[in-house]
């Protein structure tokens, strides 16, 4: 329990984190490329706008998440996860609509070229946000968190659209008068980017909410750790689902079919217990014992 109490506090400030430094970004970004002529900063802006909502959704996700099992709950509040993770995936194809919609109109658009400076602001950007995509990254799989692991695609997607905005306005830049629309294009170039992003942050929570089988690696050590329990001769049916940060295990024991029921009982206790301590990512287990001789 304390373990997963400590994952659940380190996924709420890897959270808070991603909010800040999203805010701070693009302020940035928005105040550049105004001054800098530059809509491919003003895009990335508008993305990082919408990461700091998604950032502050999967804050509130977490928070309500991490709430204990009650008597309407029975499994908890994890599916509250993925969910918030959906409407994140929805403000990012908001965006990428916005920015794709304002690149065209601007392709149209005689203006200015950008100023050289807004490449100096990007190659910062660009560093920061692979840092902050690496940090989350690794919170998400230390916290086992989705919905972190969306947030890391969000720092990734907003460092490949800061890429992208850096070559464009490269592009504008050596090349002069007649290439000011290399800016507009590296943006629209992004919007696609971030959509193909959005379906990969969108896929794996799908699956959490359908119960997708994604647990190999787990019922493996389900599996082994079982092995070692006294009086489990072996293990059938083993199924997990996700909640949250955590799982649900439902599984077939076999044990000597000439026990008596209460001597199963004490097995199947022991085997929940050990598989609990073991495995603190694991928030029960459903044992069903099965007699050795039994086929299913």
Not at 136 to 161: F, G
Request: aromatic share 8%.
């Amino acid at each position: 329990m304390k373990s997963h109490k400590k994952a659940e506090t380190k996924a709420v400030k890897t959270a808070l984190l991603s909010t800040v430094g999203n805010a701070c970004l693009a302020i940035i970004k928005g105040v550049a490329g105004y001054f800098g002529n530059s809509y491919a900063l003003i895009a990335d802006a508008i993305e990082s706008v919408s990461d700091i909502f998604s950032s502050l959704l999967i804050l509130f996700g977490l928070r309500y998440a991490s709430k204990p099992a009650d008597k309407n709950h029975p499994y908890g509040h994890g599916r509250a996860e993925p969910l918030v993770t959906f409407m994140a995936v929805g403000f990012l194809i908001a965006s990428a609509i916005v920015i794709a919609y304002q690149s065209i109109q601007n392709i149209q658009t005689p203006h200015e070229l950008p100023k050289p400076f807004t490449l100096i602001v990007l190659g910062f950007i660009i560093i920061i946000k692979e840092t902050f995509y690496r940090i989350v990254a690794k919170k998400s799989y230390e916290t086992n968190s989705s919905s972190l692991k969306a947030d890391a695609w969000h720092h990734r997607a907003d460092a490949i659209t800061s890429l992208t905005a850096f070559i464009g306005i490269s592009i504008a830049l050596i090349f002069g008068k007649g290439y000011e629309t290399a800016d507009d294009w590296a943006a629209l170039v992004a919007s696609v980017i971030i959509i193909y992003n959005a379906y990969h942050i969108f896929r794996p929570a799908l699956g959490e909410i359908m119960d997708e089988h994604l647990y190999d690696d787990l019922i493996e050590d389900i599996r082994t750790i079982s092995a070692k329990v006294e009086g489990v001769l072996g293990t059938e049916k083993c199924l997990v689902r996700k909640t949250g940060m955590k799982y649900h295990v439902d599984l077939h024991a076999l044990v000597n079919s000439d026990i008596t029921v209460k001597e199963g009982h004490d097995i199947a206790h022991k085997l929940k217990e050990r598989l609990i301590k073991e495995l603190p990512q694991v928030a029960d287990v459903l044992i069903h014992i099965e007699p050795n001789e039994c086929e299913i």
